[in-house]
């Protein structure tokens, strides 16, 4: 803190001074002042990144202390199936899950019949009412995870929910995106 104190109050002291040197500067009309405008809003930058790093360390600390917070997310492996009313489920090894979605796209694509049989890769928790509740989903093909998306291919226009595409109402095709090594 008093490191950071001392710095700002040098710059400070470095602006007045420039100031007062600068001024009688040669040159009559702006040329002597834009100089000084210019070299003022440097020194400003170098202000504003002396209160970023302490920011950032002061970040740093907080983040140290708590750590990486674990948000209880469960990962499931199993393949998708169907309850009457088209509830979708995920069969495991171990129970059979009645799955919901975080979001009505993520629903949707569960929902849909061309990956019913297959197998999934879930992201989420389970609700209160017991219900898994999907956060991401993958394809798994020979133990590799695939996105899901949805794409036109007359308008070259991806989705994320199955159905049809909004610009000419043709059908999108159900694809799936290999998931980078590097994700
Ligand atoms: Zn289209």
């Known amino acids: 803190m008093t490191w950071a104190r001392r710095r700002l109050y040098s710059v400070r002291k470095g602006l007045e001074g420039m100031k007062m040197t600068t001024q009688p500067k040669e040159g009559p009309g702006t040329g002597g002042g834009q100089e000084v405008t210019h070299r003022a809003r440097r020194l400003c930058c170098s202000i504003a990144a002396a209160a970023a790093l302490l920011l950032a360390c002061s970040g740093a600390g907080v983040a140290g202390a708590s750590g990486s917070t674990p948000r209880g997310l469960v990962i499931l492996q199993g393949t998708l199936g169907a309850l009457p009313g088209n509830q979708p489920t995920l069969i495991t090894t171990a129970k059979r899950f009645k799955l919901a979605g975080q979001s009505a796209y993520i ?8 990956l019913l049989n297959q197998q999934l890769q879930l992201i989420g928790m389970v609700g209160p009412d017991g219900d898994f509740v999907v956060q991401k989903l993958f394809a798994v093909h ?6 899901i998306q949805y794409y036109c291919s007359v308008c070259n226009i991806t989705y994320v ?4 595409c909004y610009c000419c109402g043709r059908e999108t095709k159900l694809q799936e ?4 090594s590097a994700h």
Do not use: E
Not at 142 to 147: E, M, P, S, T, V
Not at 161 to 164: C, E, L, N, T, Y
Not at 177 to 180: A, E, G, I, Y
């Open 107 to 114: 629903l949707r694509t569960l929902q849909d019949k061309r």
């Open 177 to 180: 995106v290999p998931v980078s």
């Open 142 to 147: 020979n133990g590799k995870l695939y996105r």
């Open 161 to 164: 929910q199955p159905g049809h």
